[in-house]
């Protein structure tokens, strides 16, 4: 099932696509996000779907498939072929991050280059979407968790991330560095998130062309993971990685420009397509 949070931003409504008509989902949820995600489930499965009105998206915004989440959790160096492109080791645990939920967008915002970013990067990712609380589970439990997934950009500012010292993380959180979507995807509907061929390119040049299965570690091994330090809460997304390609590992190295484009995609879970833009 594709579910989609259409509109302009702030003013987005939900949607589903059944059997190839886009519907209403407002009369079921007010909204998909970290308030209604928990409960979204059931009432899927409870209502017929094909009794909803036809909703009309011809001309309109694409906003992210979940509303502003909670927490956004990033696995670094999670491909074993890009922590070789980065000239680091393979880690032997998940490496954790965090960005700002600030930074989730529509699938085709703009990304944003403010005057002190000089190394803006990409990165293709399969993003995972919670749907019920999370702490200290087991490996068994941990699928029980997802509620479905989604593509996701995981911009980053390489200069940031690794030049400035202290953490990784202030490289990933500047407002629309995740775009998300197009679609959140349930996750009956992928039953092997394990081997999805995801690809992104930059003003039409292909530069990553990957797969889900050089995980290092997989979704169940990232959500339980992940359990065993924080409470990881429905709406939560989870960016678990990228596959070889990004500009950092480009000879030479290659970083995003004003008026560059970026599009990128995942096997059944659609596209994004972004410009980047200057913002002060």
């Not at 989609?4 to 702030?10: C, K, L, P, T, Y």
Request: charged share 20%.
């Amino acid at each position: 099932m594709e579910l989609m949070r259409v509109g302009e931003a702030g003013a987005e409504r939900p949607v589903v696509r059944v059997g190839g008509v886009t519907r209403d989902l407002s009369p079921v949820v007010p909204d998909i996000g970290r308030d209604t995600i928990q409960g979204l489930r059931a009432a899927l499965s409870e209502t017929d779907l094909t009794q909803l009105p036809a909703f009309d998206t011809t001309g309109q915004r694409i906003g992210a498939p979940i509303a502003r989440p909670r927490n956004v959790w990033v696995i670094g160096l999670n491909y074993a072929d890009h922590a070789a492109e980065a000239g680091l080791p393979t880690p032997s645990e998940p490496i954790v991050l965090t960005k700002s939920s600030a930074s989730v967008c529509g699938p085709h915002d703009p990304i944003l280059k403010s005057p002190g970013m000089t190394k803006l990067d990409w990165e293709v990712e399969l993003g995972v979407v919670i749907g019920k609380p999370a702490l200290n589970l087991t490996p068994g439990d941990a699928p029980d968790c997802v509620f479905g997934y989604c593509a996701v950009n995981d911009v980053t500012e390489r200069a940031w991330q690794f030049d400035r010292g202290g953490t990784w993380t202030k490289g990933k959180g500047y407002p629309n560095f995740c775009p998300t979507g197009p679609v959140l995807v349930t996750k009956d509907a992928i039953p092997d998130p394990g081997n999805l061929k995801m690809q992104l390119r930059v003003n039409g040049a292909l530069k990553q062309d990957g797969s889900t299965a050089t995980m290092i570690f997989d979704v169940p091994q990232i959500v339980q993971y992940l359990s065993q330090f924080v409470l990881i809460e429905p709406g939560d997304l989870i960016c678990t990685g990228t596959p070889p390609g990004v500009g950092m590992g480009q000879e030479p190295q290659q970083f995003l420009e004003v008026g560059d484009t970026v599009a990128l995609q995942i096997e059944g879970l659609g596209a994004q397509s972004n410009d980047v833009i200057a913002t002060g």
